[in-house]
């Protein structure tokens, strides 16, 4: 069965202090994975696409990675406003562009 | 920069009651979704749409479902007789390529009394 698992359900982390939030997937056949930031109350805004095993890409304070089991999204240096839920989520097997989510990672930075 | 828009903003309905979602996707797209997620949930895929008909749904995309595109721009979700069950914030998103990103409005929340 399709999953996505992201660990750790919630991380608090003070001001400045790099960490990696995890995302592990069984899809057969990836077909891309999706890094998104989810503020309460908001609808998630799309952060990163990776498609094969090694990419990387970076943005400001993050960089998301990718294997062909998991991806990682680092921090580094996080700064109050990148508080917030991360999602990773995949396509299906066999499906088009339907996307399967993770739970999230809750991300407290505390000044 | 481009975005999708919905509305309303919130909507409170009784059970058993039509509701009509709204949503303006970014205007060059061609794909578009409707996603919902339930207060503490994970969010989860109800239907994509795609040349002006349904290319995939969830088992959560019953009869009493159903989505339209009525003109250019706008792509609604309509909800024929709701249920408490259908209370939570629904989704709707965008995408200009096949299994590309998808990008995401603000949402409507749904309280069904």
């Known amino acids: 069965e399709d999953q996505v698992t992201q660990s750790p359900e919630a991380l608090r982390l003070q001001e400045g202090e790099s960490s990696s939030l995890n995302c592990s997937y069984t899809?057969?056949?990836?077909?891309?994975l999706f890094w998104y930031r989810q503020d309460p109350g908001k609808g998630p805004e799309f952060l990163f696409t990776?498609?094969?095993a090694g990419e990387e890409k970076e943005k400001e304070r993050l960089k998301a990675t990718l294997t062909k089991k998991e991806s990682f999204l680092h921090i580094t240096a996080p700064k109050p406003e990148d508080s917030a839920t991360y999602l990773c989520?995949?396509?299906?097997?066999?499906?088009?562009?339907?996307?399967?989510f993770g739970a999230g990672t809750r991300l407290a930075v505390h000044p | 920069e481009p975005e999708v828009t919905q509305t309303p903003s919130h909507q409170v309905t009784q059970m058993g009651q039509e509701v009509i979602l709204r949503c303006v996707p970014i205007?060059?797209?061609?794909?578009f979704y409707w996603y919902r997620q339930i207060l503490g949930q994970k969010v989860e895929f109800l239907v994509s749409?795609?040349?002006?008909?349904?290319?995939?749904k969830s088992e959560i995309f019953d009869d009493q479902f159903s989505v339209e595109r009525p003109d250019g721009s706008n792509f609604t979700l309509k909800i024929r007789s709701t249920k408490l069950e259908d209370s939570a914030m629904y989704f709707c998103?965008?995408?200009?390529?096949?299994?590309?990103?998808?990008?995401f409005g603000p949402g409507t929340r749904l309280t069904v009394l």
């Open positions: 998103a965008s995408g200009s390529r096949d299994r590309g990103e998808q990008f």
């Open positions: 899809v057969s056949g990836l077909r891309g």
């Open positions: 990776l498609y094969s």
């Open positions: 989520a995949v396509p299906i097997s066999g499906g088009y562009n339907k996307l399967i």
């Open positions: 205007s060059n797209h061609l794909y």
């Open positions: 749409f795609y040349n002006n008909e349904i290319s995939e």
